[in-house]
């Protein structure tokens, strides 16, 4: 069966560079285009970073650019999302996403705790 699953929460302080993970199973990665959202109570789920099956084009929410970065390992089968300069208004959670067509799936999500 398709799967995403993702790495663990984490607590940072501001300035702080973790790295989030997402290895699929059930399908082969690199075929597709992979997504980062985050979600905040009250809020929508909003797109956070976009990559393109190969990893040559990606694209950011303005929220995030210049400071995340999006990246793939298609040998393992893993999309990244790289955050860096952390602000505690990053402080959500996090899900990597894929399309298949009309079916969409999604990680369970990963809580970004941004705090000093």
């Known amino acids: 069966q398709v799967q995403l699953v993702e790495s663990g929460g984490v607590v940072v302080q501001p300035g702080g560079s973790p790295r989030l993970s997402c290895a699929a199973s059930?399908?082969?990665?690199?075929?597709?285009?992979m997504n980062w959202y985050r979600q905040t109570p009250g809020k929508e789920r909003e797109l956070v970073a976009i990559?393109?099956?190969?990893?040559?084009?990606?694209k950011y929410a303005d929220s995030v650019k210049g400071r995340f970065t999006i990246s793939r390992d298609n040998a393992k089968n893993t999309v990244y999302l790289q955050m860096n300069s952390l602000k505690p208004e990053d402080t959500a959670v996090y899900y990597c996403?894929?399309?298949?067509?009309?079916?969409?799936?999604w990680g369970q999500g990963t809580q970004v705790t941004v705090s000093s």
């Open positions: 990559i393109s099956n190969t990893g040559g084009s990606t």
């Open positions: 996403k894929v399309t298949f067509g009309p079916i969409t799936y």
């Open positions: 059930g399908f082969t990665l690199s075929n597709y285009i």
